[in-house]
C-alpha cells in the first residue's frame, strides 16, 4: 500500500492525477487525459485482459462493502468470524472509520456501479456490488438518510435484471422503488410499481414476490382511500399465506383487513378480522401482538357503539400487555379505559385509570432518560469487542 501511495503522489507531480481535496487519499485522472490512456491501454493490453483487471477491482470494492457492513453487526459471531477471515487491508478498525470511508468514497461507488452496469460484460459482479453497496449504505446512514441513492441503485438492478430477464431480481427492485415512492409520498407511482413486482414475482413463481407485492397493493389503494380495494388485496395476500400455512403473517394480515374495514366504516367485518387476528397471535404465542390486537378489537367495538364490550376487551387487553412488559401499550389502554367508562358514566374511575396512566408513562420516561446516559458507554463496550 505505501508502496502505491509512492506512485500515486509520483504520478500527481507529474500531473498524470490530481490529488483531491478529501479527508481520505483520493485521485482522479484528468478527463483530458482519458481518451489517451484509454487508447494506450486498448493499443497494449488483449480485451480479455482487461475486462479481467475491471473484475478484479470491481471484486475488491464488493469486499470492501461486505467489510463495511459486516462491522457494523457487532453482535453477530458469524460476521465478525468472516471479517477476521478477510485481509487486513480489507478490514476498518472500527464501525466510525467504515462509515467515513463509505461516506467519502460514495460517489466513486455510485460512479463504479453505473460504469458496471453501463458496460454489460460484468452484469453479476455489477449485481453483487450494488446488493453489498445499498447493505453498507443503509446500515451506516439508515433508508431515509440514504433514499436518493438508493433510488437510482434500484434502478440500476432493475436495468440489469430486465436486460438479463431475470423476473426474481426484477421483482425485488421493482418492491424497492416502489417502497421509496411510498416513503416520499408518490404513492400512485409506487401502487403501479407493485403490480409490476407481481407480475413478475408470478413469473418467478417467487412466492415471497407475490405475496409481499399483494400485500403492498393493498396498502397503496389504502394510502389512496380506497378500503375496498384495500381489504380486497389484503384477503388475496391472507389466501396465499394460509395456504403455505404462514400462520405470523396471515394474524398480520388480519389486522390489516379490519383496518381497511374500520376506515371504510364496515365494522361488523373489522370486528371479525380483529377477533380473527386474536385469536392467530394466541396459537402463535406472540402475547404482544395479541395485546395489540385485543387494544385494536376494543377500539372497533367502541366504534360501533358497544361500550361495555369495548370496556370488557380492553381490560383483557391491560392483562396481555402487562405480560408482555409493554408500558407504552399498558397506559395507551388505561386511557381508553378511562374515555370508556366516562361514556359508561363513571368519572371517578376514569380519573384513576388516567392517573395509572401518567404513572406509567412518567416512569417509562425516567428509564429511557437513564438508558441514554448509559448508552455510550454500551456503545464504547460493543466498538472494543468488535475489534477483538
Given at each position: 500500500?505505501s508502496a502505491?501511495?509512492?506512485?500515486?503522489?509520483?504520478?500527481?507531480?507529474?500531473?498524470?492525477?490530481?490529488?483531491?481535496?478529501?479527508?481520505?487519499?483520493?485521485?482522479?485522472?484528468?478527463?483530458?487525459?482519458?481518451?489517451?490512456?484509454r487508447a494506450?491501454?486498448?493499443?497494449?493490453?488483449?480485451?480479455?485482459?482487461?475486462?479481467?483487471?475491471?473484475?478484479?477491482?470491481?471484486?475488491?470494492?464488493?469486499?470492501?462493502?461486505?467489510?463495511?457492513?459486516?462491522?457494523?453487526?457487532?453482535?453477530?459471531?458469524?460476521?465478525?468470524?468472516?471479517?477476521?477471515?478477510?485481509?487486513?487491508?480489507?478490514?476498518?478498525?472500527?464501525?466510525?472509520?467504515?462509515?467515513?470511508?463509505?461516506?467519502?468514497?460514495?460517489?466513486?461507488?455510485?460512479?463504479?456501479?453505473?460504469?458496471?452496469?453501463?458496460?454489460?460484460?460484468?452484469?453479476?459482479?455489477?449485481?453483487?456490488?450494488?446488493?453489498?453497496?445499498?447493505?453498507?449504505?443503509?446500515?451506516?446512514?439508515?433508508?431515509?438518510?440514504?433514499?436518493?441513492?438508493?433510488?437510482?441503485?434500484?434502478?440500476?438492478?432493475?436495468?440489469?435484471?430486465?436486460?438479463?430477464?431475470?423476473?426474481?431480481?426484477?421483482?425485488?427492485?421493482?418492491?424497492?422503488?416502489?417502497?421509496?415512492?411510498?416513503?416520499?409520498?408518490?404513492?400512485?407511482?409506487?401502487?403501479?410499481?407493485?403490480?409490476?413486482?407481481?407480475?413478475?414475482?408470478?413469473?418467478?413463481?417467487?412466492?415471497?414476490?407475490?405475496?409481499?407485492?399483494?400485500?403492498?397493493?393493498?396498502?397503496?389503494?389504502?394510502?389512496?382511500?380506497?378500503?375496498?380495494?384495500?381489504?380486497?388485496?389484503?384477503?388475496?395476500?391472507?389466501?396465499?399465506?394460509?395456504?403455505?400455512?404462514?400462520?405470523?403473517?396471515?394474524?398480520?394480515?388480519?389486522?390489516?383487513?379490519?383496518?381497511?374495514?374500520?376506515?371504510?366504516?364496515?365494522?361488523?367485518?373489522?370486528?371479525?378480522?380483529?377477533?380473527?387476528?386474536?385469536?392467530?397471535?394466541?396459537?402463535?404465542?406472540?402475547?404482544?401482538?395479541?395485546?395489540?390486537?385485543?387494544?385494536?378489537?376494543?377500539?372497533?367495538?367502541?366504534?360501533?357503539?358497544?361500550?361495555?364490550?369495548s370496556l370488557?376487551?380492553?381490560?383483557?387487553?391491560?392483562?396481555?400487555?402487562?405480560?408482555?412488559?409493554?408500558?407504552?401499550?399498558?397506559?395507551?389502554?388505561?386511557?381508553?379505559?378511562?374515555?370508556?367508562?366516562?361514556?359508561?358514566?363513571?368519572?371517578?374511575?376514569?380519573?384513576?385509570?388516567?392517573?395509572?396512566?401518567?404513572?406509567?408513562?412518567?416512569?417509562?420516561?425516567?428509564?429511557?432518560?437513564?438508558?441514554?446516559?448509559?448508552?455510550?458507554?454500551?456503545?464504547?463496550?460493543?466498538?472494543?469487542?468488535?475489534?477483538?
Amino acid at each position: 500500500m505505501s508502496a502505491a501511495h509512492t506512485t500515486l503522489d509520483d504520478f500527481a507531480a507529474l500531473g498524470l492525477v490530481r490529488l483531491l481535496e478529501s479527508p481520505l487519499p483520493q485521485y482522479e485522472v484528468p478527463g483530458s487525459l482519458l481518451p489517451l490512456l484509454r487508447a494506450l491501454a486498448e493499443s497494449r493490453e488483449r480485451p480479455a485482459e482487461l475486462q479481467l483487471a475491471r473484475a478484479r477491482m470491481l471484486e475488491r470494492t464488493v469486499r470492501l462493502l461486505q467489510s463495511c457492513r459486516a462491522i457494523t453487526e457487532t453482535d453477530s459471531i458469524e460476521a465478525r468470524e468472516k471479517l477476521l477471515g478477510m485481509p487486513r487491508t480489507l478490514r476498518f478498525p472500527n464501525p466510525r472509520a467504515a462509515a467515513d470511508w463509505l461516506r467519502v468514497r460514495q460517489p466513486a461507488l455510485l460512479a463504479a456501479a453505473r460504469s458496471a452496469v453501463a458496460d454489460g460484460e460484468l452484469d453479476t459482479l455489477a449485481r453483487r456490488l450494488m446488493s453489498q453497496l445499498v447493505r453498507a449504505m443503509v446500515a451506516h446512514f439508515g433508508t431515509q438518510a440514504s433514499a436518493p441513492e438508493l433510488y437510482g441503485i434500484h434502478r440500476l438492478v432493475l436495468d440489469v435484471a430486465e436486460r438479463r430477464n431475470l423476473p426474481r431480481e426484477q421483482a425485488a427492485a421493482l418492491l424497492n422503488l416502489a417502497d421509496l415512492d411510498t416513503r416520499t409520498g408518490r404513492t400512485t407511482e409506487a401502487l403501479a410499481r407493485y403490480r409490476a413486482a407481481l407480475d413478475a414475482g408470478r413469473e418467478a413463481n417467487d412466492p415471497y414476490a407475490t405475496g409481499r407485492a399483494m400485500e403492498s397493493v393493498g396498502g397503496a389503494h389504502q394510502e389512496l382511500g380506497d378500503y375496498d380495494r384495500a381489504a380486497d388485496w389484503y384477503g388475496r395476500a391472507l389466501a396465499q399465506r394460509l395456504a403455505r400455512d404462514e400462520r405470523v403473517d396471515a394474524a398480520r394480515l388480519y389486522g390489516r383487513i379490519a383496518t381497511a374495514h374500520t376506515y371504510a366504516g364496515r365494522y361488523g367485518e373489522a370486528l371479525r378480522n380483529w377477533r380473527s387476528a386474536v385469536a392467530g397471535h394466541r396459537k402463535n404465542g406472540d402475547v404482544a401482538a395479541q395485546a395489540r390486537a385485543l387494544s385494536e378489537l376494543a377500539r372497533v367495538q367502541e366504534y360501533a357503539g358497544r361500550p361495555e364490550e369495548s370496556l370488557r376487551t380492553c381490560q383483557e387487553a391491560v392483562e396481555w400487555a402487562r405480560r408482555a412488559d409493554d408500558v407504552r401499550l399498558q397506559a395507551a389502554l388505561q386511557l381508553r379505559l378511562a374515555d370508556t367508562l366516562e361514556h359508561l358514566g363513571d368519572p371517578a374511575a376514569a380519573k384513576l385509570h388516567r392517573g395509572a396512566a401518567e404513572r406509567m408513562l412518567g416512569e417509562e420516561l425516567l428509564e429511557s432518560d437513564s438508558g441514554a446516559e448509559q448508552a455510550p458507554n454500551a456503545c464504547e463496550i460493543r466498538s472494543a469487542s468488535s475489534k477483538d
